[in-house]
């Protein structure tokens, strides 16, 4: 019944709208002035230069109240170079925006027919044509140059760490799966046939190197404050794409063809909150947790690619800490994948597990001692 | 050929068009399933595809009101949903894979149905024969096979809506795997959906080359006397062109569509490579989900083009004749597209930095994707050169050209970030992407197809569109265009196609903007609902043509606009075979407009004594 009630109501209105037009037209067309555009050219160029000013102001206000909530600024080394590209691009952009728009609808109020009746027969201007095709061709190309150097300076494999933090991260539908390579920072190597990978090792970890002993899952990414960090990565079943918003990561995950990104995280999770304290927006309260919104700050990882119905639910939460003394007290405290008995072992009880421990801890000195050389 | 198929038509059916005019049918047997619904005349085919395109636009645009309404209101339920759309929105809620069906065919049903077929069928359709003299197509029997192929694509495409399993839902772009296997257990979609979805484009892709082809052929060989390429008005260079683009762009989708269909249905590997699906490792070996990507990029990106090019030659004409002045820079005009067709094929990548493709591959494709600005530039400049000291004629179609130039300029500018790699980083597949698209390619190219009908109503019926209706279409649809889209810039990083943002501490900050812009997107529907009121009522009702003469033979003449250009030379009765005598002959570019003492000069006016050809 509402539905019907709507639905009438709509076409109702349409009806009215049409009737009305109708009746403007007839109404002209007593007037004698049926398709003379005089006075409505007049009153449409007062409506576009209204327009165009509203427009500009709304923009400043948008500016206002939107910018603070976007997603602040970049955690990672890479994503200062990027940002400052956007920002250089954004420049660059405002000026062409400004003067085209202000131009296009200014001209379209003030050569209107009402005030202009004659239109001066110009067809063209080569020097004004080449102007405003080199001034645009150079900013491009310094955008070009200066993009170049950002992106090859980001995928530069020459100038990076050679001992990086690596993490392997598999996404699947719909969560990550992040495994770490324990104490020894060696991951166990995988061998992707239907002998190695089942339902219980879903990654086909090849569990008779003994480097994968003291592999582990975790709940979250952690990264180290000033460490570089390759994350390796992958995908089961579909594509997905790994997406850290504020350390400006994006790279996809395709099942059966590896990829990877090296940047290096700038400040702690808690240095970020420290950061957002000062920013007004971020002290207002938030209604759910009823506490300043700096507070709850965390970073995160999302998927950017679609992959089925809960794509928008492939959350994890990222940590950055301030040194690895405070990486390597988490490390200890998770649990291994390995199960020392694994022949019949289902996933969860590896948890239960603390034989895995103690293989851990010999792994443990063995990898300082590599480290120390 | 084209000597066989120019004198033809001009004896066979400017003979018989006579009698049809009088209602007579004694030679030709055109019975009413030939006139109406098989026709080949290119008049009929064009107001069949506008027809069908606005029916595909009302479908697309209303299922984008119903996933805002989700984005909107993600906590709210609205029991109406539930009796529309019965077991995807239970409870009133639609469902999170319905969602998805919805984006996916939003973007399918806008982009290929309504901006492709139903923008490019029409125009093309219309204008070309009228606008270079000539009595039809070189082929009509193709040219209605092509909308026919077309209205076959829509009927599937409309079908997959009421399947078991639902409509395709892994995105317009079709990537593997999620497309790629007829798993039901990955994605509901992927099952007949896609199937449906898959045949669909491929007949879509059939007309879309047979009226491709027939383009490119009429404006090479069926000009009239007189029409050199570099009289053509605007408008047939960009329909040319797209044809162009199409005929060498659609057969990389259906060539990347059917080896999809191998994987999907014969067991191939053209895709996929060591899937593990619940732990299971499937049989797929050494395929590769990217290569789909390359094979649908090299269409997808040049479809963009195919899309605003149509719109930027129809605002090119428009906005010369309601300016009263010539385009400024005509061959920079034409320079231009030329250019833009060339890199077109050039930048497909740019979709793909992200993907793990070799970062050296990133540098080629950033060059020649801000390469493209330039172009574009130009044509923006022009364009705001042709209204420079003009006498505008503010009228609805003006309004929208207007309207056209400041979407393509704010939607374009924020293709130089996307298209530079490392920011590309940060904003692929974000609300950023959504936004840019949107305003360039979606809005924009809607404002061209909208000055274009309300240009060309007199033409396809003999009367006009309401005006008043017309300015509140326009002022609603501006202003709810830029509501709905510039506020999205600023959500730069939130991922696009989410069901919903509360799983994210990151993304939940902006609950107040989806709403309201899921209000401005409910307004700016409606507002399209009055073009389709005052569409529909004044072919019926609208106010006719003035006539200025009628000739012996009872054939009546009108130019509504004072347009140079040949449409207007022939009968306001739309007779089969366009003229009722000899096709005009062309003496003059298009864009004479005040010049010398004249509000315009048309083309088939010999030069006067004395008078220097504009080159």
Known sequence: MVAFVTFALIVLFFTILVLIGKANELSEDLAGKGMNYDSKSKWNGYFLLAFIILFFISIVYQIRILAPIMIPKPASYHGEVTDRLFY????????????????LFYFA????????????????????????????????????VMGMRAWFQIFDVESRDRNPMVVEVTAKQFQWMVRYPGLDGKFGPRIIDKEHITPTNELGINFEDPSSHD?????????????????????????HSFYLPHFRVKMDCVPGIPTQFYFVPKFTTEEMREYLKTQPWWNTTNPETGEPRWKTFKYELACTEVCGRSHYGMQKEVVVVKDSTEYMEWVRKQTAIYVPAATAAPAD????????????????????????? | ????????????????????????????????????????????????????????????????????????????????????????????????????????????????????????????????????????????????????????????????????TGPASGGWTAYPPLNGMRDLAINKGSGLGFDLWALAMTLFVVSSLTGGLNYVATVLNLRTKGMSMMRLP???????????????????LL?????LEFDRLLGTSFYLNNIVVNGHLLDYKGGSPILFQHLFWFLGHPEVYIIILPAMGIVSEVLSIHSRKPIFGYRAMVVSIMAIVIISFLVWAHHMFVTGLNPNLAAVFVLFTL??????????????????????????????????????????????????????????????????????????????????????????????????????HFYITLIGGYAIFFPMHFMTGLPRRYYTFANFETFNNFNFLTQFISIAAIIVFLAQLVFVANFFYSIFKGRRVDVQRTEEDGHTYGNPWDATTLEWTAPIERIHGNWAGEIPSVYRWPYDYSVNGKPYVSQDTPLAPGEIEHK
């Open chain 1, 88 to 103: 250089v691009t954004l420049f660059f952009m405002s000026i062409v925006f400004v003067l085209t728009q202000t131009a």
């Open chain 1, 109 to 144: 109020y003030r050569y209107n027919q009402s005030k202009n009746k004659e239109a001066y027969f110009y067809t063209h201007n080569n020097k004004l044509e080449v102007i405003w095709t080199v001034i645009p061709s150079v900013v491009l190309a310094v955008l070009v």
């Open chain 1, 215 to 239: 592999d582990f899952f975790a709940d979250k990414l952690v990264f180290i404050k000033n460490k570089p960090v390759l994350v390796k990565l992958g995908a089961q079943d579909v594509i």
């Open chain 1, 349 to 373: 009880s590896a948890k239960a597990e603390g034989g895995s421990t103690s293989g851990g801890k010999d792994a443990k000195v063995v990898s300082e001692l590599v480290r120390k050389k």
């Open chain 2, 1 to 164: 050929m084209s000597a066989e198929s120019t004198t033809i038509p001009a004896e066979v059916h400017g003979h018989v068009d006579a009698d049809h005019v009088h209602g007579h049918e004694h030679h030709h047997e055109a019975s009413w399933l030939e006139t109406y619904i098989f026709s080949q005349d290119h008049k009929t085919i064009a107001k069949q595809f506008l027809i069908t395109g606005i029916f595909w636009g009302i479908v697309g645009g209303f299922l984008s009101v119903l996933f805002r309404m989700q984005l909107g209101w993600p906590n709210d339920t609205f029991p109406i949903l539930e009796s529309l759309l019965g077991k995807w929105a239970e409870g009133g809620k639609i469902s999170n894979e319905f969602y998805l069906s919805m984006v996916t065919m939003h973007g399918t049903i806008l982009v290929f149905f309504v901006l492709t077929g139903g923008l490019s069928g029409t125009f093309a359709n219309l204008l070309i024969p009228y606008q270079i003299g000539a009595r039809d197509m070189a082929s009509g029997f193709i040219n209605m096979l092509s909308y026919w192929f077309f209205f076959a694509a829509s009927v599937v495409m409309f079908s997959s809506f009421f399947i078991q």
């Open chain 2, 234 to 252: 605007l408008t047939v260079w960009a329909f040319m062109f797209t044809a162009v683009l199409g005929i060498l762009s659609f057969p990389a």
């Open chain 2, 255 to 259: 060539a990347g569509v059917s080896l």
């Open chain 2, 371 to 472: 390469l493209i600005a330039v172009p574009s530039a130009i044509k923006v400049f022009n364009w705001i050169g042709t209204i420079w000291k003009g006498s505008l004629r503010l009228n609805p179609p003006m309004l929208f050209a207007i309207g056209f130039v400041s979407m393509f300029i704010s939607g374009g500018l924020t293709g130089l970030m996307l298209g530079n790699s490392p920011i590309d980083i940060q904003l692929h597949d974000t609300y950023f992407v959504v936004a840019h698209f949107h305003i360039v390619m979606g809005v924009a190219a809607f404002f061209g197809m909208f000055a274009g009908v309300y240009h060309w109503f007199p033409r396809f019926y003999g009367r006009f569109m309401n005006d008043t209706l017309g300015y509140i």
